[in-house]
């Protein structure tokens, strides 16, 4: 924590600064008017503007390498240089490039350089993914009726773009002691795609990197709920949560494991203790109806406060988070026991005996190219055959499926410990992977 600064139970505003009356997180810094003005500058004004803009049909629903995701990635920079964040890619520039097959991609990255000569070298990543479905030919929840529309993807992802814009600006007005890398990913939606890149080929050295905090759908939070994924990757992570939502009213669900089918697994993988902030999925997850209008902007404003408070205090303290292993799956339970739908419809998986290979699905692909594959469960019979995040399941025990809705019809038609035999497309091959059926952990 900053030197000085105790956390008060009431949350005083500075005059001029123009917020709700009624918050969900106190979020002031007792005794630090400037602190105070940086976190009232995260508002739903701001949050909601960066939305409408982002969700919007004239980008078409910023499919990674498409030019409605090439617009939202160049407004994303603007902002950035807006609020005072420095260029953090290639060649001086916000963008890291690179090629995902022939598609060209970009990551979209700034920092607010740290203030302590011995600290400043190190990286306090703020993240979250921009991209989103497109018009619903890839990845789409909607069924056949909703391809060729758009979906803007105002909850996935929008609200956690905002967030990280919200805090660079609050973080510009109030620099920290350790470096503040902010980080928007593309082609998350393809299997974390532009994560996993930064990843491997990383801006600042990895080992320099002392968390990540990833912002995915914070946008739909109902009556206070937030779950908190990663609790288990630092021991840092449970007292400063504790802290910071004491005597608020978020309906916390908090899980260990640093895995799930966001950019916070890309750095898990790399030992970065790692924090997932997530307000579940709802009946507009990957369908067309996910747009601005559904937003819940005050609820979104605490959850980026909060965000903003455990990465000043992650950022400013003596030593960085000590990083833990803990390899499950944090999802919350209603995802966990099969329910992709935010409630619209049951999946296979919901009876905890029923058979489990493993995957998670990015929608559905189009007649004949199959089921894609948005990630693969540790240590499932899926993992265990080679089934990769997008990978295309097109056939299952010699039969082919053309959506997940096939596939989960054979998989239920069996029992724990079948084998069943996968056909999977990757890339231009085709491999036959047989993959034993497991019981659902969690």
């Not at 602190?35 to 919007?56: C, K, P, R, T, W």
């Not at 990845?139 to 919200?166: F, M, R, W, Y």
């Not at 601005?292 to 000043?312: C, H």
Request: charged share 20%.
């Amino acid at each position: 924590m900053r030197s000085g600064r105790r956390r008060p139970f009431a949350f005083f505003v500075p005059f001029g600064i123009a917020v709700a009356s009624t918050t969900l997180v106190s979020g002031a810094f007792a005794g630090d008017p400037g602190a105070q003005l940086a976190l009232a500058s995260i508002s739903d004004q701001e949050l909601s503007a960066h939305v409408f803009f982002l969700s919007s049909d004239e980008l078409e629903g910023r499919a990674a390498g498409s030019p409605g995701c090439n617009v939202a990635a160049e407004y994303l920079a603007s902002e950035l240089h807006r609020v005072g964040a420095k260029p953090a890619g290639d060649d001086g520039t916000y963008f890291q490039n690179f090629k995902h097959g022939e598609l060209a991609v970009k990551n979209v990255a700034a920092v607010i350089p740290g203030t302590d000569p011995g600290l400043a070298r190190e990286i306090v990543v703020v993240g979250a993914h921009y991209d989103h479905v497109g018009r619903g030919n890839f990845g789409s929840l909607g069924g056949p009726a909703a391809k060729g529309q758009i979906h803007n993807g105002a909850d996935d992802n929008a609200s956690g773009t905002s967030a990280v814009l919200e805090l660079a600006e609050a973080f510009s007005m109030l620099p920290s002691r350790r470096t503040i890398l902010f980080l928007l990913f593309t082609g998350e939606e393809m299997g974390l795609v532009g994560s996993k890149y930064y990843c491997d080929h990383p801006l600042f050295p990895l080992e320099d990197t002392v968390a990540m905090l990833n912002m995915d759908m914070i946008g739909r939070s109902v009556d206070g709920y937030l779950f908190i994924g990663g609790m288990g990757t630092s021991p840092a992570w449970k007292p400063l949560i504790e802290e910071f939502t004491a005597g608020q009213h978020f309906k916390l669900e908090l899980k260990d494991g640093g895995k799930a089918p966001s950019d916070n697994s890309s750095f898990y993988s790399k030992n970065v203790p790692v924090l997932f902030f997530f307000t579940n999925v709802h009946e507009d997850y990957h369908r067309p109806g996910d747009d601005w209008e559904k937003v819940n902007f005050a609820g979104e404003r605490e959850i980026a406060r909060l965000v903003f408070e455990i990465a000043d205090a992650v950022a400013n303290a003596d030593a960085r988070p000590k990083f833990t292993e803990s390899g499950g799956y944090a999802l919350p339970d209603s995802m966990m026991r099969g329910n992709w739908n935010g409630g619209a419809r049951p999946q296979a998986g919901g009876n905890p005996d029923a058979p489990f290979l493993g995957i998670t699905f990015a929608g559905d692909a189009g007649p004949g190219d199959g089921v894609p594959v948005r990630s693969v469960s540790a240590d499932s019979g899926a993992a265990k055959a080679g089934v990769q995040a997008g990978d295309r399941i097109v056939g299952i025990d010699g039969t082919a499926v053309s959506n997940s809705d096939e596939l989960l019809d054979k998989i239920r038609a069996h029992k724990v410990g079948d084998v069943v035999k996968l056909e999977v497309r990757r890339g231009d091959e085709r491999l036959e992977l047989p993959a034993t059926l497991g019981k659902r952990q969690g």
